[in-house]
């Protein structure tokens, strides 16, 4: 397995930015697609945004198309979430993950950071 580090989070004012990172180590990050997923209280984890190792394939959440972009350094074994125009709605418990095959369930994903808070005030 891969052991993921995610940071970044924070409190926002809604219509701010944040950007989320994800450093990785231990697996072969070049090869592994990596996803951002968030959880609200009382809600279930729910898929953000997917990046394929080759950083061609990419996939979002509707929720979150056209404010929120997601990149990957190779070289730096890191992935990031950058979240712009952020509504109360983006608040959630961020977590970054690995998979070996491209997708968007949580049941595809077996590596799993500690998760990041993310808080947007209205």
């Known amino acids: 397995q891969v052991q993921l580090v995610e940071s970044g989070g924070g409190l926002v004012q809604a219509g701010g930015s944040l950007r989320l990172s994800c450093a990785a180590s231990?697996?072969?990050?070049?090869?592994?697609?990596m996803g951002w997923f968030r959880q609200a209280p009382g809600k279930e984890r729910e898929f953000v945004a997917t990046?394929?190792?080759?950083?061609?394939?990419?996939s979002y959440a509707d929720s979150v198309k056209g404010r929120f972009t997601i990149s990957r350094d190779n070289a730096k074994n890191t992935v990031y979430l950058q979240m712009n125009s952020l509504k109360p709605e983006d608040t959630a418990v961020y977590y970054c993950?690995?998979?070996?095959?491209?997708?968007?369930?949580?049941?595809?994903?077996?590596?799993w950071g500690q998760g990041t808070q993310v808080t947007v005030s209205s």
């Open positions: 990046i394929g190792w080759s950083r061609i394939r990419l």
């Open positions: 993950a690995a998979a070996r095959i491209f997708g968007t369930t949580v049941a595809g994903y077996d590596s």
């Open positions: 231990g697996r072969t990050f070049s090869s592994l697609t």
